[in-house]
């Protein structure tokens, strides 16, 4: 009980500090215009820093802090007593009233247990012994419970946290890190990861705090917006957009690969994005092949070598320079360090260009010499405007003569697809700008070769979430686009829904990207014990890693028998609302059977059908088909219609197994004549 009162003071005065800093903050924005009289700029830039400084205590205030360590160093005795939040805090007399759960110190919170220990710091590793490891339960400011932990992992003690809703999950993270997860989250940043993790082992959770870690650490080298993430579709990434402000992250580059192709490529392209799970004709599966990335590449070794024509680069009808020696000039600028065709062509131009400067009395002359009878008005015009282009080493003829002979992506893909395909109809979609998303890949490739990795350089690390359904061609041009970032890649093998063009193994991730290590993530903190199960029946049958559930019991996975899946469609849901469930999702096996459900249902229930175009995630209840539902989860999950997955499909299986992983704590699953012999 003195422990308990002890713990309420120092909240109250953590919260009183967290105040003061607020009134202070508030009182130098006041002041600003008298410290920065006649720089309006710098005084802005300032005022914003104050205002984020203020929002992100502000937004502390509720849960400041979740944990707290106390660690005595071995070199001096000293001891360090630490309460740990999302955002460390420290006020205007450099006192640190809260420790930012990314500092150093704090991984002892996640990785040892009491006693003798050590952690990395700036300055080396620190040893010690750690004396308290304690975790708290605070709402809305206020002190309700806490434990004391001697263990690195404990999962009993997880059990608060995984079983509340899912909204409250994403508030509550960073106090639910797992070691496992911890040490995947505070790798250098230089270092290349594949994480395979099974369903609901929070490979997005690592993905998202990684980021957050790298930036927080790596402040003062790089800002957020040179970090990346890539994630599956539009909903996705709004699903997670919410995380990292809450972390204290703002400005890092969010978007899907779709969405990073079109700012790459720079075009106005329509994209049909409404991917195929199955590829009857093969065209799909070839063009995201490596073998059509030999196809791409043997065009251009053909283009490049020819692409200087047997003409002379004339201006006014004057000749300057000949085709033979711009072919010269071309062809001897080195192939391995001027790869891409643009910078060659600059390369061209502009030593060119020093030819032209360099020699422009005697061109001038020897055209002058030509035409000395002439007095034609017209022609001495020209000459004098041809005095003034040479004057600037006929920069504008030689960038018109050049912009002549270069292709658009767009072109140049038309071409490979018409000799590959002979397929008319296609070519003219590419021409107006109307692709498939399986064509962006080899339409970046095309945009690489051409122009480099244009602005895109300048990104340090990249997370790619979902990777499993990415293909090798696709990890290739991303490497090559992303030259100068290291990669987090995060996937499930168990869960890559696209045969056609998802990826096999991890290797052919390593083999395109490089040296990269790869990690496990084996334990379930998602779904109960029960659901868990009945979904491992389905990894088991396709040969997976089986999950290993945490232990949180609950209800068991619900079979039932539809005879109007209307009425049951609607009764579960009404019985999951009394339960007081926030998020229920009615997952279904394609985009076909959520609108057939959502025609049967949405005039007895407020429901939101999500399709590919849906760009924002909302709680409430929804329909979503099965291969949108990644990443996501939700407090109660139906699926109808289980017989429509195909037992002798394996994508089939796949998409089910997607399906049952996403539910947090009731599972229901409706079924006609009898359940798939998988799950029985």
Known sequence: MEDFELEKKRLAWTLDEYEEIISDTDLKIRNLPNFYKGDYDKMMEEKARLLGKKDVIQRSMDKPYFARIDFEKASDKTKDVCYIGKVGVINYDKKIITVDWRAPIASLYYDSNIGKTSYLAPEGEIFGSLLTKRQYEIEKGELISFSDVDTVSNDEL??????????????????????????????NMK???????????????????????????????????????????KFFVDYIANILPDLDVHGVCQNTLEEMAIRYLNEDLKVYSCLKITDVGGRASYITSLDFKEVIDKYFRDYTDNLIPDRDLVYKDFKIVGYEKIRDIYTGINKETH?????????????????????KDIILQRLLDKSLKEDDIKK???????????????SNILKGYFKKLLKTPREIYAEIIRNEFSDKEKVKEILRGEVNIEDLTPLMYINYLLSGSL??????????DEAQDYNTFTFYVLKKILKNASFSIYGDLAQS?????????????????GNCELLNLEKSYRTTIEIMNEANKINKYLGYILAVPVIRHGEEVQYIKSRNIKDDIINIVS?????????????????????????FVKDKLQVKKISDDDLKFEEGVCIIPSYLAKGLEFDAVIIPDVQDFDENNKTDMKLLY??????????????????????R
């Open 158 to 187: 997880l059990k608060p946290y995984l079983g509340v809703s899912a909204d409250k999950r994403l508030k509550n993270i960073v106090a639910t890190i797992q070691s496992e997860q911890n040490k995947i989250i505070r790798r």
């Open 191 to 233: 270092d290349n990861l594949i994480v395979q993790g099974v369903a609901g082992s929070g490979k997005t959770t690592v993905a998202l705090h990684r980021i957050a870690y790298l930036v927080y650490n790596n402040r003062d080298l790089y800002k957020p917006s040179r970090y990346m993430v890539i994630g599956p579709n």
């Open 339 to 359: 790869r891409n065709l643009s910078v060659r062509c600059e390369k061209t131009i502009a030593t060119l260009e020093k030819e032209i400067i360099r020699y």
């Open 380 to 394: 001495i015009k020209d000459r004098e405007l041809l005095k003034k282009e040479l004057g600037t080493g006929g």
């Open 455 to 464: 602005d895109f350089d300048k990104f340090k690390h990249v997370v790619i």
């Open 497 to 513: 829904l696209y045969e056609y063009k998802s990826i096999k193994s991890w290797d052919q991730v390593k083999d395109a990207l």
């Open 575 to 599: 019985e999951m609302k009394n339960k007081g469930f926030q998020s229920i999702a009615i997952i279904t096996k394609d985009e076909v059977q959520s609108r057939v459900v959502y025609d």
């Open 658 to 679: 997607v399906s049952m992983t996403r539910a947090l704590h009731v599972l229901n699953i409706l079924y006609d004549k009898e359940v798939p012999l998988v799950l």
